[in-house]
């Protein structure tokens, strides 16, 4: 059996027994692997691997930011930084009945805009389709948008939100996390939006290190320091 | 080819080869991970004086599209040696040779990817021979399993690569470019190190049984070796990535 928080590569044994394989591992003959790099842990008899690079994989519900990159006839195909293009239908970014022919989709979205949606269907057969109905949701009209490795968003965003929260309150930025690896940054001041990036890029670059929200604290407090001393 | 008379002796008196290395010694191998920016992974190797860039893609779209699967990701490689890796300029085209190493290299590594994950896509593998001293297969197989355990993809385990052969008589670990031309055999094996299955075994020259025998077996030992070396590198990234920027200045820890 595996400590907490190993650094595993793929192929190595993490437990053997009567275990649960979860996430980025695989059983051979009651024996449970490593499939990617990471960090292996359990949760009772469950062993899984927080993994350290990868894409981002679609599931239903995840809030995402893309980009318009194609349009036909009543759909945009929106990138979302998955290996499969998605689909937003126009009658799922307006709130009546779409009719093409009366309308210019350009109305609403065009290429090149990027948009705030959520996923409302994935499967193995089918690219996965879009929603932008629901409030909060659309073309992002203003903002910062930095990528992260899609399998460090739970990393960015911490255990009930503590990590991506402390950078809300020190930075007083507005961050919108998509769980395709891209962030939007919003900020009134140019100075608090580099500080929330440097964090950002820390935790990227630290992901698979311990005690990260404390230092991304003391990070905040000295930068915060040193700028109110420039200020004066 | 059996060693003619007047051609230089592969094997000194006291024993050792002509780079100095004992029968079953390996040329010094140095990996690096993450060392392209705009592929998903990648890898540099370094064997001996072979020089080797891997670039690892996806999964991403393919293209065109009619080569999807619908079940699982297709998996391409392409092998390519970079016109200035050999004493005399190789034409940069696809040659008859690299086509099979790209093909070998291929079904050497798809059966530890976990393609069945990633249905509609391609997971597309480039390497680069920069320089060439023999055993460019073993090592490019080497780096690109890395590569791909660099990029993310589920695979079963690390694939590790490793020549042995036959020259002056004596069965020897990761033959050298002269070794290769003017010895008598040479075997690249590929192997899966946590189950022993082969995915690779070409041969070229003559063995009897016993020496074939006892060169897999010297290959296999050889692998091993090369696999921990393998998980060192990759390690490696993240540990000295850490290191970097660990030390936090003190100051800034009395003052909250």
């Given at each position: 059996?595996?400590?907490?928080?190993?650094?595993?590569?793929?192929?190595?044994?993490?437990?053997?027994?009567?275990?649960?394989?979860?996430?980025?591992?695989?059983?051979?003959?009651?024996?449970?692997?490593a499939s990617k790099t990471g960090?292996?842990?359990?949760?009772?008899?469950?062993?899984?691997?927080?993994?350290?690079?990868?894409?981002?994989?679609?599931?239903?519900?995840?809030?995402?930011?893309?980009?318009?990159?194609?349009?036909?006839?009543?759909?945009?195909?929106?990138?979302?930084?998955?290996?499969?293009?998605?689909?937003?239908?126009?009658?799922?970014?307006?709130?009546?009945?779409?009719?093409?022919?009366?309308?210019?989709?350009?109305?609403?979205?065009?290429?090149?805009?990027?948009?705030?949606?959520?996923?409302?269907?994935?499967?193995?057969?089918?690219?996965?389709?879009?929603?932008?109905?629901?409030?909060?949701?659309?073309?992002?009209?203003?903002?910062?948008?930095?990528?992260?490795?899609?399998?460090?968003?739970?990393?960015?965003?911490?255990?009930?939100?503590s990590m991506i929260n402390l950078?809300?309150?020190?930075?007083?930025?507005?961050?919108?996390?998509?769980?395709?690896?891209?962030?939007?940054?919003?900020?009134?001041?140019?100075?608090?939006?580099?500080?929330?990036?440097?964090?950002?890029?820390?935790?990227?670059?630290?992901?698979?290190?311990?005690?990260?929200?404390?230092?991304?604290?003391?990070?905040?407090?000295?930068?915060?320091?040193?700028?109110?001393?420039?200020?004066? | 080819?059996?060693?003619?008379?007047?051609?230089?002796?592969?094997?000194?008196?006291?024993?050792?080869?002509?780079?100095?290395?004992?029968?079953?010694?390996?040329?010094?191998?140095?990996?690096?991970?993450?060392?392209?920016?705009?592929?998903?992974?990648?890898?540099?190797?370094?064997?001996?004086?072979?020089?080797?860039?891997?670039?690892?893609?996806?999964?991403?779209?393919?293209?065109?599209?009619?080569?999807?699967?619908?079940?699982?990701?297709?998996?391409?490689?392409?092998?390519?040696?970079?016109?200035?890796?050999?004493?005399?300029?190789?034409?940069?085209?696809?040659?008859?040779?690299?086509?099979?190493?790209?093909?070998?290299?291929?079904?050497?590594?798809?059966?530890?990817?976990?393609?069945?994950?990633?249905?509609?896509?391609?997971?597309?593998?480039?390497?680069?021979?920069?320089?060439?001293?023999?055993?460019?297969?073993?090592?490019?197989?080497?780096?690109?399993?890395?590569?791909?355990?660099?990029?993310?993809?589920?695979?079963?385990?690390?694939?590790?690569?490793?020549?042995?052969?036959?020259i002056d008589g004596k069965i020897?670990?990761?033959?050298?470019?002269?070794?290769?031309?003017?010895?008598?055999?040479?075997?690249?094996?590929?192997?899966?190190?946590?189950?022993?299955?082969?995915?690779?075994?070409?041969?070229?020259?003559?063995?009897?049984?016993?020496?074939?025998?006892?060169?897999?077996?010297?290959?296999?030992?050889?692998?091993?070796?090369?696999?921990?070396?393998?998980?060192?590198?990759?390690?490696?990234?993240?540990?000295?990535?850490?290191?970097?920027?660990?030390?936090?200045?003190?100051?800034?820890?009395?003052?909250?």
């Amino acid at each position: 059996m595996i400590e907490r928080r190993q650094f595993v590569t793929p192929g190595e044994l993490l437990a053997e027994g009567d275990y649960n394989s979860g996430e980025n591992t695989y059983r051979e003959n009651k024996k449970i692997y490593a499939s990617k790099t990471g960090l292996a842990n359990f949760v009772r008899n469950n062993v899984y691997v927080v993994a350290l690079s990868g894409c981002y994989i679609p599931v239903v519900g995840d809030l995402v930011i893309g980009n318009v990159v194609d349009m036909r006839l009543g759909v945009w195909l929106v990138d979302i930084n998955a290996p499969y293009i998605s689909v937003l239908f126009a009658s799922e970014a307006v709130d009546r009945s779409f009719n093409s022919r009366r309308e210019e989709m350009t109305k609403y979205l065009t290429i090149g805009d990027v948009v705030l949606a959520k996923i409302i269907s994935f499967d193995r057969t089918k690219d996965p389709t879009l929603t932008i109905r629901e409030p909060g949701l659309g073309k992002i009209p203003l903002g910062h948008i930095i990528d992260i490795t899609p399998t460090k968003v739970p990393r960015l965003i911490g255990r009930r939100g503590s990590m991506i929260n402390l950078i809300k309150r020190e930075t007083n930025c507005q961050i919108t996390v998509g769980r395709n690896g891209r962030i939007l940054i919003n900020c009134a001041k140019l100075e608090s939006e580099a500080l929330a990036t440097k964090a950002i890029n820390l935790i990227e670059q630290d992901a698979h290190t311990t005690g990260l929200t404390d230092r991304i604290n003391k990070l905040i407090k000295k930068e915060k320091k040193e700028s109110s001393i420039h200020a004066k | 080819m059996p060693n003619k008379k007047g051609v230089e002796k592969l094997i000194n008196k006291k024993g050792r080869r002509i780079d100095g290395r004992k029968f079953d010694e390996l040329r010094p191998i140095k990996i690096d991970v993450g060392v392209l920016n705009k592929a998903n992974g990648s890898a540099y190797i370094e064997w001996g004086k072979n020089k080797i860039l891997v670039g690892v893609y996806g999964p991403r779209e393919v293209h065109p599209r009619h080569l999807s699967k619908y079940d699982k990701a297709l998996f391409r490689s392409r092998y390519h040696m970079a016109p200035f890796s050999v004493a005399e300029r190789k034409s940069p085209a696809p040659s008859r040779r690299e086509h099979e190493l790209s093909k070998v290299i291929r079904e050497c590594l798809e059966p530890t990817i976990f393609t069945e994950l990633f249905p509609r896509t391609s997971i597309d593998v480039f390497i680069e021979v920069l320089q060439a001293e023999g055993g460019t297969r073993c090592a490019g197989i080497t780096a690109t399993s890395v590569a791909l355990a660099d990029a993310g993809i589920p695979i079963k385990d690390l694939v590790v690569a490793c020549a042995s052969g036959k020259i002056d008589g004596k069965i020897v670990l990761d033959l050298s470019d002269i070794e290769d031309q003017k010895g008598e055999a040479d075997m690249p094996v590929a192997i899966i190190p946590r189950t022993g299955e082969i995915t690779l075994l070409q041969m070229d020259g003559i063995f009897t049984q016993d020496e074939f025998e006892k060169a897999l077996q010297i290959s296999i030992e050889g692998c091993k070796k090369i696999n921990a070396i393998q998980r060192e590198a990759i390690k490696n990234k993240y540990l000295v990535e850490k290191a970097s920027i660990e030390p936090e200045p003190e100051e800034t820890v009395n003052e909250a």
